[in-house]
């Protein structure tokens, strides 16, 4: 999987996602220190510990560089930024059940948002899965000779 770049300053807009959202009942929004082992805990277990450890990071950040989606109070995804490096968004995933619905479309577009915020004009997408997804949600191009990148001897 490569990396993809993204030109953060021709983002599409995020509010109307995430408003179509909470009119549903799923609220974005970054996580609070005080959720952390929650989100570590649903992250694990529905993806793997390489990612919770990437949550970690991410919750370690000031301002928390993850964003949840919730809905009745439980978490139903997230995604994360500058968790492996800077400029990096990932990782990202939804509940199963959740997919379809626009929530991995939320939480990418507040996470580049958020990096946008920050200061970057441009952010890798690292080993990213769903290449089509990104390219049609943010524009997202892959970066030639980008595998296995910063991901290169890790352990397992």
């Not at 995804?77 to 490096?85: I, K, M, N, V």
């Not at 990096?88 to 577009?109: C, E, H, N, Q, S």
Request: charged share 20%.
């Amino acid at each position: 999987m490569p990396d993809m770049l993204v030109k953060l300053y021709e983002l599409p807009e995020k509010t109307t996602i995430i408003n179509k959202l909470a009119e549903e009942g799923i609220v974005i929004r970054r996580g609070l220190a005080p959720e952390k082992h929650i989100v570590k805990e649903w992250v694990s277990g529905t993806f793997s510990k390489h990612w919770e450890s990437e949550v970690d990071v991410a919750f370690s950040r000031s301002p928390v560089s993850c964003f949840i989606a919730t809905q009745d109070g439980k978490i139903v995804g997230f995604g994360c930024y500058e968790a492996t490096c800077k400029n990096y968004f990932g990782p990202t995933g939804v509940d199963p059940a959740m997919r379809g619905k626009g929530v991995g479309k939320a939480l990418l577009l507040a996470c580049m948002h958020g990096l946008y915020d920050e200061g970057y004009a441009y952010a890798i997408i690292g080993g990213a899965g769903p290449t089509e997804f990104y390219n049609k949600t943010v524009g997202a191009i892959p970066i030639e000779g980008s595998v296995p990148g910063v991901y290169k001897g890790m352990l397992k």
